[in-house]
Structures are given as structure tokens and as C-alpha cells.
């Protein structure tokens, strides 16, 4: 196999009471990459298509991990990279892991597989700390294995797959205003309340219980975060209306995707999804920011051949 197409996913981290360790696969919101070999040794970007983002691999975040994983395998051939980017950068919803999982996903095929998940997600893991500034595989490990992620640790890796209920949906607000993970981080606490710690950890361990056993009530009792929610929510336009309309029109709960400014809410059925999200279009339309919504299934593939 000389080229290949991908499509890198779309997805959710933090899901309210996970920081920094929980997320979760969107369906149909993603970016596509076509990676082929090349003669010449190395990795190029040759198409950056949907925003202004550089064909420098040092400054591309797909190219970061993509030169991390080549400098690994070191093969006699190079790789030329077309990014055609769909997930605004900024967006909250994995914008940067979807960039770092395709390359990586894509040259691996291509080398004949001779990496396994867990160096997949270290590599990502590079062009994630390229944009944010830290290392944290809570958007990364969802990309590339599709469903729920848990990540256990960092060093040694180690990713545990959650599984969930047939009929969750997530409904994605995403107003177009751009927050960078680096700057969401900045806002936050160095410390917190041991009380806080403690209703952050049993909202955490309860939901993962909930998803194992399809408890849907119990998932809405566990969306609450008392971590970062509290001071991203500031900068995000509506959000508390939001959060409230999507709760009238039957949402389980509402939370911050990853840093912001996109919001989730998880629901039980498409048809609660479709009046979440005709609710959450009434609360925008008398603003005057630009917005889209999403509905979307759990994808539990992740990045794809196409």
C-alpha cells in the first residue's frame, strides 16, 4: 500500500467530572487526511486545507507527531502528508488530537502496523503538548480506539476502554469563538478543596458504573463538575442558559468539552437529542455569535480507513 485516506475523529474530553483522564468518540465531525510514501526521506506537508495552519512539520501539530513517530521507525522512504482540516482549531472538540491521531494512524498503516495503540497514543501525545503545552491523551486515546477512554496512567501508558449504552447521543454546541487549551489551563486552580476532590472522584467512579450497567438517570446524577467547569464556563457565551435549556428539553447533563468553548450534553435517544438541540438553537439565534450544533452517536470505531 503506496497512499492511504483516513478520517480522524471528533471527540470529547473531561465528560464534566473526568478532568485531564476521560473522553469520549463523535461520530461524523472529523478531519481526513491522505498520507502516501514518498522517495524522499522524511515527513512533508504538502495541503493544510480548512484554516490557516503551517506546512511546517515543527509547527503543525499532525507533522509534530508524525516526525516523532518517523524518527522512531526510520525507514528508507518518506511520507507527504494532505490535512484537510474540518474541526475548527480552538473548538474543544479534539481539533489537535484529531490532526495528531490521523498522521500517526495513517503512517502506521502504511509501515505495516509495526506500532501498537499504546506508542500510537505517545506519539499523538507529542503534537497534543505542542498545543497545549502538556502531555494528556484524554482526547487523543478516544480518537484513535473509538467509545469511552479512561486514562489509568501517562508513564507507564496504560488506556482502559469503558463501554456505554446503545442509545447515548451527544448534542455539541460550538459557538465560534476560539479558546486555546493553553490559555483554558492558565484560568485554573493549582490547588483545590479536598472537598471538591471528594465529589469529583465519586462522580467519576459512578459514572464509569453507570456506562458499564446502562444506568442512564445515573449518568445525568454524575455530569457535574466542581473542577474546571466553574471557572471555564465565564468565558463561554450562554452558558449557564444553555445548560438549563438543555436540561428542560430532557438532557441527561451538560458540561465544558475538553477547555472550551464548545458544550456537550448526553441524552437518551435521538429524539431527546433533536429537541436538545432545537432548544439550544433558540437560546443562540437571539445572540449575535455565530454557532453550529451536532448531534452524534458514541462512535466507538475511532480514526477510520476511508
Not at 467530572?17 to 498520507?35: A, P, Q
Not at 447521543?169 to 478543596?193: D, G, M
Request: a neutral charge.
Amino acid at each position: 500500500m503506496e497512499e492511504i485516506k483516513v478520517f480522524s475523529p471528533a471527540t470529547v474530553a473531561n465528560v464534566a467530572c473526568g478532568f485531564d483522564v476521560l473522553g469520549f468518540c463523535l461520530d461524523g465531525i472529523g478531519d481526513e487526511m491522505i498520507i502516501r510514501k514518498s522517495k524522499d526521506k522524511g515527513v512533508r506537508i504538502t495541503v493544510s486545507d480548512g484554516y490557516d495552519l503551517p506546512l511546517d512539520i515543527d509547527k503543525n501539530i499532525a507533522g509534530v507527531s508524525a516526525k516523532a513517530l518517523y524518527e522512531k521507525a526510520n525507514p528508507d522512504f518518506g511520507f507527504e502528508l494532505e490535512i484537510y482540516k474540518r474541526i475548527k482549531p480552538g473548538s474543544g472538540i479534539g481539533s489537535s488530537a484529531a490532526s495528531a491521531v490521523g498522521s500517526v494512524f495513517g503512517m502506521n498503516q502504511l509501515l505495516g502496523k509495526p506500532f501498537n495503540q499504546n506508542e500510537l497514543i505517545e506519539f499523538a501525545m507529542k503534537g497534543e503538548a505542542f498545543a497545549s503545552a502538556a502531555e494528556h491523551a484524554d482526547n487523543i486515546a478516544p480518537a484513535l480506539l473509538g467509545g469511552f477512554t479512561l486514562v489509568k496512567n501517562l508513564k507507564p501508558l496504560r488506556i482502559l476502554q469503558i463501554p456505554s449504552p446503545e442509545d447515548l447521543y451527544a448534542v455539541i454546541v460550538h459557538q465560534q469563538i476560539e479558546i486555546k487549551t493553553s490559555e483554558a489551563r492558565s484560568v485554573l486552580p493549582a490547588q483545590i478543596k479536598l472537598k471538591d476532590a471528594t465529589t469529583q472522584w465519586a462522580n467519576l467512579g459512578s459514572l464509569i458504573h453507570a456506562l458499564h450497567t446502562n444506568d442512564y438517570a445515573l449518568i445525568g446524577e454524575c455530569l457535574e463538575d466542581v473542577v474546571a467547569e466553574p471557572y471555564r464556563s465565564k468565558v463561554i457565551p450562554a452558558y449557564g442558559i444553555l445548560k438549563q435549556a438543555a436540561k428542560t428539553a430532557g438532557a441527561l447533563g451538560t458540561s465544558i468539552s475538553g477547555s472550551g468553548p464548545s458544550i456537550f450534553s448526553l441524552c437518551q435517544g435521538i429524539d431527546i437529542a433533536k429537541k436538545i438541540s432545537s432548544a439550544q438553537k433558540k437560546v443562540l439565534n437571539s445572540t449575535d455569535v455565530s454557532f453550529e450544533v451536532y448531534i452524534s452517536k458514541i462512535n466507538t470505531k475511532g480514526v477510520s480507513i476511508l
